[in-house]
């Protein structure tokens, strides 16, 4: 089994996404998966559809959280 890649969408100076990439981090020591953090200032169509969503985690295609990470939902997605 492939380890899954999640993708954090942020920006920089946003505390949310702060809190959120902290949480990713909680759950990776637990149950493994790579993270690629995307920031959406360098792509102006990124920054008109995440800006006011932002943080915002998804799985493949599949958005799983804005604003905040349910780290119990997450490790119950992963397992």
Avoid: K, Q, W
């Amino acid at each position: 089994m492939s380890t899954p890649t999640l993708t954090l969408y942020s920006r920089p100076g946003c505390h949310l996404c702060d809190d959120a990439r902290a949480a990713l981090e909680r759950v990776r020591a637990r149950a493994p998966f790579s993270l690629h953090e995307v920031d959406i200032t360098t792509d102006e169509r990124l920054h008109r559809r995440y800006l006011e969503r932002i943080p915002v985690v998804t799985l493949g295609d599949e958005e799983l959280f804005e604003f905040f990470v349910d780290e119990a939902a997450l490790e119950n997605r992963l397992y």
